[in-house]
């Protein structure tokens, strides 16, 4: 026997309707007009009881996707699937019409844009780092966790090798160099590959 959703009755928190599984269909359009339509100051106005409070909890969730605390706290998995829903509800597919070099640009644009939203963190963009320049790195205040990112695009769909390639290149080029000297003493290497609104991250850790 199928099972019934509950209606969240009296619920104002999108999060926890969500992980609950509770039943629920937007039929705002408040995503898109903001996406296409955003302005400096936005003004939603509904009569009392009318859902302000809710639909405010839906488009903060989308929007401020970087303060999710399992997005780059260990686990590949968590960064697969945040990232991936991100891009399956903003980016179209001619986003990434352009040469491999543009494609990978683009990622890395919307991971930064992403991790921007990460309260503490001191998140820096083709910083020079051993013998190269690291796609992204992280320090996190008052933390021994240092991240070092690197982006690549699957172009030929194969995203667990460009991972793989990603996280050779950072280990060869001794990225993590970066944290000398500084009170980081746990890292997290991210390989993460693209492909259309799809990604594949891998992870190693290390201690300095």
Not at 46 to 54: A, D, I, Q, Y
Request: net charge neutral; with cysteine; glycine share 6%.
């Amino acid at each position: 026997m199928e099972k019934t959703k509950k209606l969240p009755v009296g619920m104002e928190n999108f999060a926890e309707i969500r992980k609950e599984d509770f039943y629920y269909v937007d039929k705002t359009k408040f995503i898109e007009e903001l996406l296409v339509k955003w302005g400096e100051a936005n003004i939603f106005t509904r009569p009392r009881r009318f859902g302000k409070s809710l639909n405010m909890s839906m488009l903060r969730n989308f929007f401020e996707i970087g303060n999710d605390p399992s997005l780059f706290d260990g686990k590949p998995e968590a960064v697969e699937q945040l990232f991936t829903a991100y891009m399956k509800k903003t980016i179209s597919v001619r986003d990434t019409s352009v040469r491999k070099s543009a494609k990978e640009n683009f990622y890395h644009g919307i991971l930064l844009g992403i991790l921007g939203f990460k309260d503490g963190w001191m998140v820096t963009s083709n910083k020079e780092a051993g013998d190269g320049f690291s796609d992204i790195t992280v320090r996190i205040d008052d933390s021994e966790i240092g991240i070092v990112i690197e982006i690549k695009y699957a172009e030929d769909g194969n995203m667990e090798a460009e991972c793989r390639k990603a996280l050779e290149q950072m280990q060869k080029k001794h990225y993590t160099e970066v944290f000398d000297d500084t009170d980081v003493h746990h890292i997290l290497r991210y390989g993460i590959a693209c492909n259309r609104k799809n990604c594949r991250v891998l992870l190693t850790k290390s201690e300095c």
